[in-house]
Nanobody
Framework: VQLQASGGGLVQTGEPLRLSCAAS????????MAWFRQATGKKREHVAT????????YYSDSTKGRFTISRDNAKNTVYLQMNSLKPEDTAVYYC???????????????????WGQGTLVTVSS
């Protein structure tokens, strides 16, 4: 399984942006998918998680209400719609897949086995 994240870029405060993560392989619909982010000099942190069917989601406190995670299993793709972006959202965003269940919980980095390469989001003030 390989993950390819895209959609990052430079936006101004308050503008929206949508990230995509395309997965290879025929079993995408069996994976729990998530987005994490890492700002310069900081630890990677959880952003959002979506279950296999797309009917259950988890968000971090900092993104809840502004970001929306979704997936299209027919297209092997997970999305992150980011609205009302703030400078503190500036980070490299990574998509991740849990291919053997969520052992440590949906927000734990250790639950995820496969990681994409990251896409940079920069929010200017």
């Amino acid at each position: 399984v390989q993950l390819q994240a895209s959609g990052g870029g430079l936006v101004q405060t308050g503008e929206p942006l949508r990230l995509s993560c395309a997965a290879s392989g025929p079993t995408f619909s069996s994976y729990v998918m998530a987005w994490f982010r890492q700002a310069t000099g900081k630890k990677r942190e959880h952003v959002a998680t979506i279950n296999r069917y797309g009917n259950n989601t988890y968000y971090s406190d900092s993104t809840k209400g502004r970001f929306t995670i979704s997936r299209d299993n027919a297209k092997n793709t997970v999305y992150l719609q980011m609205n009302s972006l703030k400078p503190e959202d500036t980070a490299v965003y990574y998509c991740a897949a849990a291919i053997a269940g969520i052992k440590y919980g949906p927000r734990a980095e250790a639950s995820y086995n496969i990681w994409g390469q990251g896409t940079l989001v920069t929010v200017s003030s």
